[in-house]
């Protein structure tokens, strides 16, 4: 029975309609490795440059072409987007091979009307939140890198060039679509007065990259929401999509 791991209090014939709707989950091996191969399929179409368009994975290249080492140290910003909140977080991370890492963080509401207005009242909404969180923290002197999170389809043209192809998660700002949304952030940031430097990485890049250590190499990374994001470090030789593209 599937519902007998539940509950051990779970009678007979609770545990039985409990049975019932958990069996249209349950997939057998040939059907798993049927939606595996349908999905390397896929995989192989979203790394080919004339394929890639029609790809149900699109496999957008990252530019990041590194992983950490256990040396980095400093203060950083980061901002995580892609609901109706959105966190800002300052992150001290320790260097010396021990990746001692602290962090403070605050979540922020995108009211509804920003949510469906314009792409330039979402990122000044943003813009203003920063300030005030660097107000909070006592760092609004400091110019630090700040690193943008934004959990929408993206083609990534460099580390900190990416442009919007679709809204989902009940966004609908006007004039992002087709828009480069790390110049848009930086031209709110600007015009609020925020000292910054930034960059850019996708959702998947971040958990992945947090699980690095000298001692500890994970090849990637996922997240599941109402989307599922999927991350992997990869030889370039894999991939077409590199081919017109500058990498230093």
Same mark, same amino acid.
């Given at each position: 029975?599937?519902?007998?791991?539940?509950?051990?209090?779970?009678?007979?014939?609770?545990?039985?309609?409990?049975?019932?709707?958990?069996?249209?989950?349950?997939?057998?091996?040939?059907?798993?490795?049927?939606?595996?191969?349908?999905?390397?399929?896929?995989?192989?179409?979203?790394?080919? $440059?004339?394929?890639?368009?029609?790809?149900?994975?699109?496999?957008?290249?990252?530019?990041v072409?590194?992983?950490?080492?256990?040396?980095?140290?400093? /203060?950083?910003?980061?901002?995580?987007?892609?609901?109706?909140?959105?966190?800002?977080?300052?992150?001290?991370?320790? &260097?010396?091979?021990?990746?001692?890492?602290?962090? /403070?963080?605050q979540?922020?509401?995108?009211?509804?009307?920003?949510?469906?207005?314009?792409?330039?009242?979402?990122?000044?909404h943003?813009?203003d939140?920063?300030?005030?969180?660097?107000?909070?923290?006592?760092?609004?002197?400091?110019?630090?890198?700040? &690193?943008?999170?934004?959990?929408?389809?993206?083609?990534?043209?460099?580390?900190?060039?990416?442009?919007?192809?679709?809204w989902?998660?009940?966004?609908?700002?006007? &004039?992002? /679509?087709?828009?480069? @949304?790390?110049?848009?952030?930086?031209?709110s940031?600007?015009?609020?007065? @925020?000292?910054? !430097?930034?960059?850019?990485?996708?959702k998947? @890049?971040?958990?992945?990259? &947090?699980?690095?250590?000298?001692?500890?190499?994970w090849?990637?990374?996922?997240?599941?929401?109402?989307?599922?994001? $999927?991350?992997?470090?990869?030889?370039?030789?894999?991939?077409?999509?590199?081919? !017109?593209?500058?990498? @230093?």
């Open positions: 029975m599937l519902a007998s791991n539940l509950s051990a209090e779970l009678h007979d014939d609770q545990a039985q309609k409990v049975d019932k709707y958990l069996h249209q989950f349950h997939l057998s091996d040939k059907t798993l490795m049927e939606l595996s191969m349908r999905f390397r399929r896929e995989m192989d179409k979203g790394l080919c $440059r004339d394929t890639n368009p029609t790809a149900a994975v699109k496999m957008l290249p990252t530019y072409l590194s992983t950490p080492d256990g040396t980095e140290q400093g /203060e950083f910003l980061a901002l995580d987007l892609g609901g109706s909140n959105f966190r800002i977080l300052l992150v001290k991370v320790k &260097g010396n091979g021990d990746q001692k890492v602290e962090m /403070e963080s979540i922020y509401d995108i009211p509804d009307l920003v949510m469906r207005g314009s792409g330039s009242d979402l990122f000044d943003i813009a939140c920063l300030a005030d969180f660097l107000e909070k923290m006592g760092i609004k002197d400091k110019k630090l890198p700040l &690193g943008f999170t934004f959990s929408f389809p993206c083609l990534q043209t460099k580390l900190d060039e990416s442009v919007l192809i679709s989902t998660k009940g966004f609908r700002l006007s &004039g992002v /679509e087709g828009n480069d @949304v790390v110049s848009l952030l930086r031209k940031i600007k015009k609020r007065g @925020v000292k910054e !430097n930034n960059t850019f990485g996708h998947t @890049v971040i958990p992945r990259h &947090g699980s690095v250590s000298p001692k500890r190499l090849g990637f990374g996922g997240i599941v929401v109402d989307h599922f994001y $999927r991350t992997a470090l990869d030889s370039t030789r894999t991939t077409q999509l590199f081919m !017109n593209c500058v990498i @230093v």
